[in-house]
Nanobody, 122 residues
Framework: QVQLVESGGGLVQAGGSLRLSCAAS????????MGWFRQAPGKERDFVAA????????AYTDSVKGRFTISRDNAKATVYLQMNSLKPEDTAVYYCAAGRSYSNLYNGYDYWGQGTQVTVSS
């Protein structure tokens, strides 16, 4: 069992930056691939970024490439999402997820956090 708690969301102006954190419980964090997803009102939960258990592989959805960076610190059992050059269309609830497989698919993950709101004003 893995419990995930996101933090770092908030209100920011377009062009600004935020860093999301996701702290995991349990001693097996380093064996899980981690992902970030987001869900805007009335829309499905969409893939944002993923990182393999070692941090050696990362993947991003096209709309955030070059602006967002996913990273992890296995010693701290934490995964991060650095978000730069934020746009109003990035506004959503952001969720972190843990899974046994490195994936960009929603059903590739077994554990989910409660989400953190990111609002980007124009």
């Amino acid at each position: 069992q893995v419990q995930l708690v996101e933090s770092g969301g908030g209100l920011v102006q377009a062009g600004g930056s935020l860093r999301l954190s996701c702290a995991a419980s349990g001693r097996t964090f380093s064996s899980y691939a981690m992902g970030w997803f987001r869900q805007a009102p009335g829309k499905e939960r969409d893939f944002v970024a993923a990182i393999s258990w070692s941090g050696g592989r990362t993947a991003y959805t096209d709309s955030v490439k070059g602006r967002f960076t996913i990273s992890r610190d296995n010693a701290k059992a934490t995964v991060y999402l650095q978000m730069n050059s934020l746009k109003p269309e990035d506004t959503a609830v952001y969720y972190c997820a843990a899974g046994r497989s490195y994936s960009n698919l929603y059903n590739g993950y077994d554990y989910w956090g409660q989400g953190t709101q990111v609002t980007v004003s124009s």
